[in-house]
């Protein structure tokens, strides 16, 4: 257990644990996933079956919580273990962000922290 513990140190935001389901796009397909995890930085999906991209391939992906309206992004995939997926967003329109922001604040632990990591995604 002390093993996985600093790279948890290392995070610089938040995760939060959410059930919802998630659309994978990229150029050659499209897959259905479970949400595992977010932040405001990064997302944690299940492998689905057949999605066999490499590190760094691009998707568009939508994310639904609580039948929600869907928040959509550009992400790129980080790193691919047998069972999870592991994205980190760098395209989102001003919509999704107000709504994941929101999604966010409404679920974090220390919403204190959640201000000081959004000010850090201004720098």
């Known amino acids: 257990m002390e093993a996985s513990r600093p790279s948890r140190e290392r995070r610089r935001f938040q995760r939060i644990t959410l059930q919802g389901a998630v659309k994978l796009y990229a150029r050659n397909g499209s897959w259905p996933a479970d949400l595992i995890d977010l ?6 999906v299940s492998h689905p079956a057949g999605c066999d991209q490499a590190p760094g391939t691009r998707f568009r992906m939508d994310l639904r919580i609580f039948e929600n309206l869907p928040v959509s992004m550009g992400v790129s995939l980080v790193r691919a ?11 989102i329109d001003l919509d999704s962000f107000t709504r994941l922001k929101r999604l966010l604040e409404l679920n974090v632990e220390q919403p204190e922290l959640l201000h000081r990591e959004l000010a850090e995604l201004g720098r």
């Open 39 to 44: 932040s405001l930085r990064g997302v944690l």
């Open 81 to 91: 273990d047998p069972t999870q997926l592991a994205f980190t967003w760098d395209r």
